[in-house]
Nanobody, 123 residues
Framework: VQLQASGGGLVQTGGSLTLSCVAS????????MGWHRQAPGKQRELVAS???????TYADSVRGRFTISRDNAKNTVYLQMNSLNPGDTAVYYC??????????????????WGQGTQVTVSS
């Protein structure tokens, strides 16, 4: 499973950005998808996640400002980020829990990560 993230950039405080992440691969079923972020000198943290059925989870720091959504037909997850502030500056990584299937049909569960996209919020 390959995850390709896009949409990061530089924005002023109060601005908005939308991140996208597309999952691709063969013989796979994408289950949960989510976004994590890592600021310099800090641990990676969960920002938001969404199950295949649409159940969403948010970090307290972004609840009410960020919205996660997904398009199952396109294996794509989005993160709409509003009211950005300098504390949101980080590299954002998409991730997915997925099942891949061996040629004999045996399912293999795994967690996959995208390459990261930089979000910088200027004051």
């Amino acid at each position: 499973v390959q995850l390709q993230a896009s949409g990061g950039g530089l924005v002023q405080t109060g601005g908005s950005l939308t991140l996208s992440c597309v999952a691709s691969g063969r013989r796979m079923t994408i289950n949960s998808m989510g976004w994590h972020r890592q600021a310099p000198g800090k641990q990676r943290e969960l920002v938001a996640s969404i199950t295949r059925d649409g159940i969403m989870t948010y970090a307290d720091s972004v609840r009410g400002r960020f919205t996660i959504s997904r398009d199952n037909a396109k294996n794509t997850v989005y993160l709409q980020m509003n009211s950005l502030n300098p504390g949101d500056t980080a590299v954002y990584y998409c991730e997915s829990d997925a099942l891949t299937f061996e040629p004999d049909g045996t399912p293999v569960a795994g967690r996959y990560w995208g390459q990261g996209t930089q979000v910088t919020v200027s004051s």
